[in-house]
């Protein structure tokens, strides 16, 4: 099952880029919330370079990952790499808010994210939500339209919502607050500021951070994450993106996530095993055991 290059292209990297450097192992077990394996394996999903990934990880103490969509075909990718990999790998399916506006058949794509969301292994609908960055303004009634779609699957299959948000914290807010949200939604990569964390907590909203909070250009996400009630803090990679400090600019793979685990808890003045425990049990709550 091999992902179309249009949208590998649409939502890949644009470079080659040299992994980063694995982290010190954690002591506690730990999970990514958030990652796009087959943009760095680009392989089939049951295939020998997911397992390296996930090996990988593991060996520095990150022993399970929440593989998320953006498009029909690789969410279903996702599904076969959840199946392939019991215990280990959860799926999350959806239409990424800027794949949405142009595929040829938006009904069809969406009536194919609506089949895989019944799946018992996919725990989450996302990646959605809106982006003013990358999108049109004319296809922005697009965007939002398959973003309310999105919502409302999430609540007939009583799934996570994960929420992608760039450029749009206002209007996702709305959004939600305007068609009502479902029991648990999560901004992933979380990119508000302090303000917008307390709103969000204040509505029982997940904030997951990524190595972004790492970034020098970055002190509003380490605000926001110092105030985060623990239970409602989750830690992700979004890789093979936003790779953290120092090794920004590199290949993101799961097995970052120690990296970002350690920068948080002294942030927020936790130790390191706390933090791990803590948000191992947020995501366990949110997705359901990975067995």
Not at 75 to 91: K, N, Y
Not at 208 to 215: K, L, P
Request: glycine share 6%.
């Amino acid at each position: 099952m091999s992902i179309n290059p249009e949208t590998v292209s649409r939502h890949g990297l644009k470079e080659e880029r040299v992994q980063a450097p694995l982290p010190e192992p954690l002591s506690r077990p730990c999970i990514d919330v958030h990652a796009h394996m087959e943009l760095i394996a680009m392989s089939e999903p049951d295939a020998p370079e997911v397992l390296a990934i996930l090996d990988q990880a593991k060996s520095v103490g990150i022993d399970r990952v929440v593989q998320v969509g953006y498009s029909a075909e690789q969410s279903a990718w996702g599904v076969r790499c959840a199946e392939s990999f019991p215990g280990r790998v959860l799926a999350a399916v959806a239409l990424h808010p800027n794949e949405a506006p142009v595929v040829a058949d938006l009904e069809a794509e969406l009536a194919i994210i609506e089949e895989l969301a019944k799946h018992p292994r996919v725990r989450a609908i996302g990646e959605t939500g809106l982006d003013f960055f990358r999108t049109e303004p004319d296809l922005r009634d697009k965007q939002l339209y398959s973003f309310k779609r999105h919502i409302a699957l999430a609540k007939s299959v009583n799934k996570a919502l994960v929420i992608h948000d760039r450029d749009s914290h206002r209007e996702v807010l709305d959004t939600l607050l305007e068609v009502g949200a479902p029991n648990t939604v999560i901004f992933h990569c979380y990119s508000g500021d302090a303000e917008m964390a307390r709103e969000c907590v204040a509505a029982g909203y997940i904030l997951s951070f990524s190595g972004t909070v790492t970034f020098k250009n970055a002190p509003a996400l380490r605000e926001a994450v110092g105030l985060v009630p623990i239970e409602q803090l989750l830690i992700e990679t979004d890789s093979p993106f936003l790779a953290p400090m120092p090794h920004r600019g590199s290949l993101n793979t799961p097995a970052q996530v120690a990296n970002v685990i350690r920068f948080v808890a002294d942030v927020r003045g936790e130790s390191v095993d706390y933090l791990c425990d803590k948000v191992t049990e947020n995501a366990l709550r949110l997705f359901g055991s990975f067995d």
